[in-house]
């Protein structure tokens, strides 16, 4: 079992940061594949970014790709994103999620999910 709760949404401005961080306890954290993914309003949950277990892959929506980072301190239990040049679009819930298996874009075959944090960027 794994238990992961992010944090760091808030309200910005676009072209603004924010980092989100996502905090694990439970099980080894360190031998989990790591997704972000985000959902707006009416719209399907879509993955943001991905990472391997060891950090040394990260994989990338296209729609992110240049802006955002992935990364993870397996000492910590924590994974980040780190967003940049922010856009309105960028507005949504953004979701952790774990899974023992490689990486995947499909939000379905997760194991485990943090509960969300809001990212609200203003035009």
């Known amino acids: 079992q794994v238990q992961l709760v992010e944090s760091g949404g808030e309200l910005v401005q676009a072209g603004g940061s924010l980092r989100l961080s996502c905090a694990a306890s439970g099980s080894t954290f360190s031998s989990y594949t790591m997704g972000w993914f985000r959902q707006a309003p009416g719209k399907k949950r879509d993955v943001v970014a991905g990472i391997t277990w060891s950090g040394d892959i990260t994989y990338y929506a296209d729609s992110v790709k240049g802006r955002f980072a992935i990364s993870r301190d397996n000492a910590k239990n924590t994974v980040y994103l780190q967003m940049n040049s922010l856009k309105p679009e960028d507005t949504a819930v953004y979701y952790c999620?774990?899974?023992?298996?490689?990486?995947?874009?499909?939000?379905?075959?997760?194991?485990?999910w943090g509960q969300g944090t809001q990212v609200t960027v203003s035009s």
């Open positions: 999620a774990a899974r023992k298996r490689g990486y995947s874009s499909d939000w379905g075959i997760y194991d485990y």
